[in-house]
């Protein structure tokens, strides 16, 4: 939305306070909605009682950029350019449902736009961490102060921990976008939890990959449910898509069990085994220069039960 003369005067007279942005007094009705559409675009949400437009950053820095600029790009134009469709609030209680995600529970929401999951995840006493890789969109979640941490970077490229209870997530779809981030996401998911997705219709196709990936789903329990058509119509979106619970079996993640110690051959052999015969075992604990009165022989580590004097003379 390119930002016309009259906006630009308008933007010119704003005062600002810290991340409060105020407009001038003297502004028409039209004038004042096409600002504020600019202002909102630009991350802006206007608060009543403090007769401003409020940003998650200083507001001076916001309107340098934007005027620099000379135009701001609509919810709408920023939604199509990153394959970022939020999800609507009755999809999201859904997904919620589906992953059956307990109060207590560590939750993680990747991909997690303006934390519109992660959000309501918290509200049902979830601990909540999200990986957002837009700037912008993860300073708003960390403004809303719902979540435990935020991680502002690509989801794709973190290493995967198997930590979490459950994850709930809605990635983007194109090129397959989906299919890598769900597979991704499982290795964050402890054994025992479960991970519910939004994926684009596509997953139902024919390709050796899809197919794969259904057969693994469905062995491991799992399920797909086909969602409205108009699901994401509000988010400005017509794509198709499903619901998808994958469970995460206990041993899926588990590390492997340690290997016992192998028991060496030879242990629990005895003399016969060498062509010797049994001794008493007294036998070597003594060291005398004749037999005792109970016809225990002398010491005879030294010939193999030959006497030690017969045995040192042998030398």
């Not at 507001?59 to 000379?70: F, I």
């Not at 918290?122 to 969109?137: N, P, Y």
């Not at 981030?181 to 290795?187: D, F, P």
Request: proline content about 9%; some cysteine; charged content about 25%.
């Amino acid at each position: 939305m390119k930002i016309r003369s009259a906006e630009r005067a308008a933007l010119d007279g704003a005062v600002c306070d810290g991340r409060d942005l105020r407009l001038p007094a003297q502004l028409g009705v039209e004038q004042y909605a096409r600002v504020n559409r600019l202002l909102v675009a630009a991350g802006g949400r206007y608060v009543p009682g403090r007769g401003a437009h409020v940003f998650e950053r200083e507001a001076a820095a916001v309107l340098t950029e934007l005027l620099a600029a000379g135009e701001v790009k609509t919810i709408r134009e920023r939604t199509v350019e990153r394959q970022m469709f939020p999800t609507p609030t009755p999809l999201v209680e859904r997904l919620i449902d589906l992953a059956q995600v307990r109060a207590g529970q560590a939750v993680l929401e990747p991909s997690a736009g303006d934390g519109a999951i992660a959000e309501r995840l918290a509200a049902r006493g979830a601990i909540v961490d999200c990986i957002e890789l837009d700037a912008d969109s993860a300073a708003r979640i960390r403004a809303g102060e719902y979540a435990r941490s935020v991680v502002t970077g690509d989801f794709l490229k973190r290493p995967r921990r198997p930590v979490y209870d459950a994850v709930v997530m809605n990635p983007p779809f194109a090129g397959r976008q989906d299919l890598r981030h769900v597979e991704h996401a499982e290795g964050f998911v402890r054994p025992g939890g479960a991970l519910v997705a939004v994926m684009g219709n596509g997953i139902t196709g024919d390709s050796p990959r899809l197919v794969r990936f259904r057969q693994r789903v469905e062995r491991l329990g799992g399920e797909f449910q086909h969602l409205p058509a108009d699901a994401f119509r509000e988010s400005g979106a017509r794509a198709r898509t499903v619901a998808v619970r994958i469970p995460v079996p206990v041993e899926l993640n588990a590390p492997p069990p340690p290997r016992m110690p192998e028991v060496p051959k030879w242990q629990g052999l005895t003399p016969k085994d060498f062509g010797r015969p049994e001794r008493p075992h007294q036998d070597g604990l003594f060291l005398l220069g004749d037999a005792d009165e109970l016809g225990t022989p002398p010491f005879d580590a030294l010939g193999f039960g030959v006497p030690l004097h017969q045995a040192v003379a042998q030398r």
